[in-house]
């Protein structure tokens, strides 16, 4: 392995036109300031991180950077638990085995004209170093990217995913773009890879890490740009209702949904739409491919009530819906569209009916109820005059009721 890490002479990108023209031949549309950031990631020789939501494309930056450039790409995924053996090396214990049931006879040759327990001891420590040495090391993603004889791209995604132990030991390779190997040394990259990792923000990075990386956080494009981007993908649907599904797209990002569509999913539904052949964007069709943006069924709800007032922004919402309030008894008043309209029906007209205000007015009219409401006059259910209750019977009853003791 060398010591001392080297460098194209020439740079990978001339200048930031270049690098976007570079990444819109690879059919990514990268703006001025991820062209900027990229370009500045081959002159500076920094990582880059790239935070934002879900689906805008932080893990096809990578991709794309590996094919514009020819560079393999190195993936490393991070998720929950995940440790070092895993990202960085591990020794390959089962082979070190073999070898040593091979090399038996010849470990006895070694230690046979030994006179004590202990010079045999040395004699056998003495080799440890074949046993732990870079045949028997098996190299995981980030030390593959720094030993690899060829510059490659190393992308390390959804970083916030991993544990704070493995966050830690990426300072090292960030920064000094090597790996300390207790049994063996120090382990410097032979080319300076292209490093992009990627973050879904759901927890908080350490400033150490954000320290050593160029950073750059993206956000779901403008509508002119998503919709650039859909017509680059060549998905088949017609300009005019492209046009009008991102505006319903971004109309379900403004909801209070648990996952937001990506871009992503914004061009699958594209595809999907272009493959039944829809030729008109209504309500029922958007609602019955919802499933390809919306992938929750809490949110599907809330999208399917959404999309008829996302299709058309100037639709009228049914009477039956607009009254948000469901007494179970009638209201005493009319909902046609006279009343709504100022026409025949409306309370400043006075040709038509009495006047809404007078009716409320009348009903706190004092002296306004007859005999029989609330008790006066009442009958039993046999027809005969309902039994009198002496006035003194309630305060009666709740005094008996106070006297009553409890149960413990």
């Known amino acids: 392995m060398s010591d001392a890490p080297t460098t194209p002479s020439d740079s990978e990108f001339r200048d930031v036109d270049e690098t976007r023209e570079r990444f819109r031949d690879a059919g990514y549309l990268a703006d001025d300031r991820l062209a900027t950031t990229v370009f500045l990631l081959s002159r ?4 880059v991180l790239l935070e934002g939501p879900a689906g805008v494309g932080k893990t096809q930056l990578a991709t794309s950077l590996a094919q514009v450039t020819g560079r393999r790409l190195i993936r490393l ?4 638990g995940q440790d070092e ?3 960085l090396y591990e020794w390959d214990y089962g082979k070190q085995m073999l070898y040593t049931q091979i090399l038996r006879e010849k470990i006895g040759q070694v230690v046979e004209d030994a006179t004590t327990l202990s010079e045999a001891v040395e004699r056998i420590a003495d080799q440890d170093s074949i046993f732990f040495s870079e045949r028997f090391l098996a190299a995981r993603p980030l030390l593959e990217a720094i030993t690899s004889a060829e510059p490659v791209v ?4 959804e970083v916030d995913r991993a544990d704070e132990a493995l966050e830690a030991v990426l300072l090292e390779l960030l920064s000094e773009f090597q790996i300390s190997i207790p049994e063996i040394g120090t382990v410097r990259a032979t080319h300076l890879p292209y490093v992009v990792l990627t973050s879904n923000n759901t927890r908080d990075l350490s400033a150490a890490l954000k320290r050593r990386c160029l950073h750059l956080f993206l956000d779901y494009p403008e509508a002119t740009r998503e919709l650039e981007i859909i017509r680059s993908k060549d998905t088949g649907l017609a ?3 492209a046009v009008r599904l991102v505006d319903v797209v971004r109309g379900l990002r403004e909801l209070d949904l648990r996952k937001s569509p990506s871009i992503s999913e914004t061009i699958d539904w594209a595809r999907t739409l272009a493959v039944l052949g829809v030729e008109e964007l ?3 069709v958007l609602s019955s491919t919802l499933s390809v943006v919306v992938k929750y069924e809490r949110d599907l709800d809330k999208a399917r009530k959404a999309l008829p007032g996302l299709v058309d922004p100037n639709a009228t919402v049914p009477d039956h819906l607009d009254h948000g309030h469901g007494h179970g008894h009638g209201h005493g008043h009319g909902h046609d569209a006279d009343d ?3 026409g025949p029906g409306d309370p400043g007209d006075p040709g038509d009916g009495p006047d809404g205000r007078d009716v409320r007015a009348a009903k706190d009219r004092p002296g306004r109820h007859d005999a029989a409401y609330a008790g006066g006059g009442r009958t039993s259910s046999e027809g005969k005059p309902a039994k009198a209750v002496p006035a003194g019977q309630g305060a009666r009853s709740f005094a008996a009721r106070g006297a009553r003791k409890r149960p413990v």
């Open 85 to 87: 053996t895993k990202a």
């Open 340 to 342: 709504r309209a100022g």
């Open 282 to 284: 209504t309500a029922d």
């Open 154 to 157: 190393l992308l390390i995604d």
């Open 44 to 47: 500076l020789e920094k990582p």
């Open 239 to 241: 300009e005019a209702l």
């Open 77 to 80: 995924q991070c998720y929950e």
